[in-house]
């Protein structure tokens, strides 16, 4: 074991001391475009805490490693960028709606008013909704993702969301491409009201002509967490569904299940394993997998002797 | 119980007081005397459970020395097998199910349909529950009856007075019911004497027959479904059912279906389209059933998999909302050609009061939600979410809920007619038109790129090819 080792070992810090040579390397070699990217960003964002073992991440190492701690495997949430990018071919990415935002259908106001909130959520996520989709290539196949975020108020479903999801299946539809949703979301989003309950039924009709008339592949991704109105609909609708490690999939919350029976939930009831045991996933992959497990799936079902009509 | 050769007398708490055996009963193990005790016990005037439990209480293994007739034997497994029976679960008490034990020769005279069906009217008359914003009338009430009861008592005329009061009575109920804000709205919506899906049914219907099961292992009491006619025409009628009472609540576990319910719905949603009945289904529930048993066998699954299946189905579906409508799980039989509310029922995708602690993060701001979230029918058309309002009786529904049925079944034959007339193709893409349309987004305004920097922007170079266009 080399010193190094033992210095990670003892202090628990992973990658630190790779942390602490790249940087000398690079105030002595000075790349600006990297020195910009760290110094715009806070400095709280450097570093990233495993919530399972508390080992510091440093920002770099941990994409690197998809934002999975090296401890014992634990994977942090990302936000729909960090997915993105490193499962598209570079130079094939289309987005589709990147303009299409919320409407204050009900002129909702609680502590703050709706428009408000979007508008403040849009400017601390760089993000316009809670919702990225578009086509590119994966290992050399057309696919149609779209990748759900959860830091736009808590990856809440509203008409927007509804809509660019249901134009991608409709988009999938005709050009006939497979589907994959990667979901994120705390259920329906509540400032919009019944609306925002329909899209759930607007999302499942575009799925019934995808995969029940044309027979499309759709795969979906259920990442932490994934709850109410999209557990309920596309979430749980996949030909095939992964999860991944230790993702939070539920239709009801904890609370509300501890309200209704007084009881306390046991520990680990509503995680992926727990629902891979009861028989409602297909897969658990580790993320550093997803990109070739998505190919080869694609693959399997291409390559099927019987032709569909 | 700790095996001795002398028998020991366990008495219930229960059997004691019921049936005053304290001066029978006696702990004591002579031997001698337990011969005499039994006897004592036995011609005392017992009920037939606190024997039961008595003797079931007796070793009758070290009773060798004792002498019991046989009569005496036969009449505890008599018992014994009575208590066994009881001690199994039915659901409503109900000697009479599945079947009466006898048919007089009157009753087969009709349809025999009615025996099959264990919803029978309550047998007491359910006291009658005010709303907050109903006590200015209870008060008029009361005193219009002390006025009938002093003419009563004194022979007196107060007719001018009692038709005054009378009039006022009724300006006020119209003018209190006329304009009902949301939040009284969702008070007559939950109000516990609100006619449920199988008062309704039994109203409309000219005959009616419930099929039970979802052929998996469970018949979820939330979900009712069955078949019946309506002017002579067949339907398949699906519903949450809530209880009249406490007992039937706690039976029906408040209409709140667990996923077992909603693969019922589903088979007998399959079974209608293979067999050619329209499907009328009624929503009247607080929300899908949030337990642990639900959460394992898969609660999003089963109303993901209605969802998607509805839009299938090559029959029409009207949708009727009929008390509450409480998000995904009154969603999971709701997704429909037609989307009808009564005047007072409301459809919303949180409660107010789990929306009021998540947003305004107190529950007293329930209220607030309420009319913030536009749950009421009216509202709900307004937003195109909602075909028709259907109109309740003067008093709400459960003030004549004869009237409200009839105005519910008039209101589904009419828009049953327009959907007959079309095609099952066009019958699917004017369901899915339907559902199309909702959501309000906003578009062709260019975004503020900072709103925009964690997108990742179109790196595709392909030749001549521009963003693509929806067809």
Redesign the interface.
Known sequence: MSVRKWLEDKQKFGGLIEAFFEEAVRNSIAHENDKQIILSENNNDLWARCENCGNMLHIKFSKQNKSVCEERGNHLSMDSMERIEPSIDPNTWIPLDEDTISKDVLSFCDEESYENRLIRSQEKTGLPEAVQTGIGYSNGTLIAPGVMDFQFMGGSMGSAVGEKITRLIEYATQKLLPLVLVCASGGARMQEGTVSLMQMAKISSALHYYQVQKKLLYISILTYPTTGGVTASFGMLGDIIIAESKAYIAFAGKRVIEETLGQKVPDGFQLAEALFENGLLDLIVPRILIKGVLSEISDLYSSVPYKKN | MEATCLPRIYVSASAKASSGLASCASTSNTGNSSWRRFSCLRNSRIGVMESLQMSQNFEFNNWRHTKMSKKSVACVQVLRAKLNDTERKTHDDDDEYPWPQKFGTEDLEGSPLPFLSRFKPLPNKPKTVTLPFEIPLLEIEKNINKIRETAKATGMDFSEQVNELQRKYDEMRKELYGQLSPVQRLSVARHPHRPTFLEHILNITDKWLELHGDRAGCDDPAIVTGIGTIDGMSFMFIGHQKGRNTKENIYRNFAMPGPEGYRKALRMMRHAEHHGFPILTFVDTPG?????H????????A???N???M??LRVPIITTVIGEGG??GA??I??CDKMLMLENSV????SPE??AA????TADAAP??TE????TAHE?VE?D?VDEVVKEPLGGAHGDPYSASQNLKEAIMRHMKDLLKLDPDSLLKH??AK??K???????????P????????????LDG?Q??Q??
Do not use: N
């Open positions: 899908a059933y949030a337990g642990l639900a959460e394992e066998h898969g609660q999003g699954e109303i993901a998999k969802l998607r299946e839009f299938g998000s995904g969603l999971g709701g997704c459809y919303f995708v949180a789990a929306c998540i947003l305004w993060r607030k939600a913030a979230m536009k749950i709900l937003l979410v369901r899915k559902f199309r909702i959501g309000a987004v906003q578009e062709g305004v260019k975004l503020d900072r709103f925009k920097r964690k997108m990742k922007p179109r790196d595709a170079h090819e963003p693509p929806m067809t």
